[in-house]
């Protein structure tokens, strides 16, 4: 699955969409180190818009999303993303709203819990030994 695809199901997991949670975006280095590139072309690019020439509105949200990113880029060449867990956020932090996050109505519900994983990045379940 692509990345983008991947970044979609995390998207459509907090809009009340479940039928992806089994999918999460890929962490591996690799993959931090091309979104960032990515990021860095995006505000080249957007850097070759000659801003004064937006309507207002357009101003406000061109300089937001380039601080966006630019916050984004400066986070990761900080090396933010090898501190996943702190006192206020990481994985977590989102024990507490499980039940309403991941609905857990149906047989189907629990059996997608549980399947194996297929591929890295699947969410399942770790099973105890005895």
């Given amino acids: 699955m692509g990345d983008a695809t991947q970044r979609k199901s995390a998207v459509r997991h907090f809009l009340g969409r479940h039928e992806y949670n089994d999918r999460l975006p890929s962490l591996t280095p690799a993959d931090l180190e091309r979104r960032n590139a990515q990021r860095k072309a995006t ?7 000659d801003r004064s020439k937006l309507p207002a509105a357009e101003i406000v949200n061109y300089d937001i999303f380039k601080r966006q990113i630019e916050n984004a880029i400066e986070s990761y060449d900080l090396g933010d993303y090898q501190m996943p867990i702190n006192a206020d956020s990481g994985f977590h932090t989102g024990f507490s709203r499980l039940p309403k996050d991941v609905p857990l109505a ?21 099973k105890r030994s005895p």
């Fill in 43 to 49: 505000v080249a690019e957007l850097s070759s818009i």
């Fill in 106 to 126: 149906t047989v189907k519900d629990y059996e997608k819990l549980h399947q194996p994983p297929e591929r890295p990045g699947r969410v399942t379940c770790a």
